[in-house]
């Protein structure tokens, strides 16, 4: 399984970004996806999560209402749109596939910097 984030960057508080994950893991097969970040000196934090037919998402308190995930099987790639940005949403976001009901398998990160 290979994943790789993008979309990260250098924003302003309320302003929006779009994170990107392409998921593969090699025989054109979708799976479950989820988005984690983690912010210096914090525990790497849950985020939101979808499953392989694009149905099924679940949230953690702290984005519902502001965070979007979604996917687009054609494409491998899965979306964390991310709106109303709060400068305590800076850290590095990842996508995570699972392995035996973990989250398993892990993207490298990609920045995102919410400045005031």
């Known amino acids: 399984v290979q994943l790789v984030e993008s979309g990260g960057g250098l924003v302003q508080a309320g302003g929006s970004l779009r994170l990107s994950c392409v998921a593969s893991d090699g025989s054109g097969s979708s799976f479950a996806v989820a988005w984690f970040r983690q912010a210096p000196g914090k525990e790497r934090e849950f985020l939101a999560s979808?499953?392989?037919?694009?149905?099924?998402?679940s949230y953690a308190d702290s984005v519902e209402g502001r965070f979007i995930i979604s996917r687009d099987n054609a494409k491998n790639v899965v979306y964390l749109q991310m709106n109303n940005l709060e400068p305590e949403d800076t850290a590095v976001y990842y996508c995570a596939a699972p392995n035996m009901g973990e989250w398993h398998y892990w993207g490298q990160g990609t920045q995102v910097t919410v400045s005031s």
């Open positions: 979808i499953n392989w037919g694009g149905h099924s998402t």
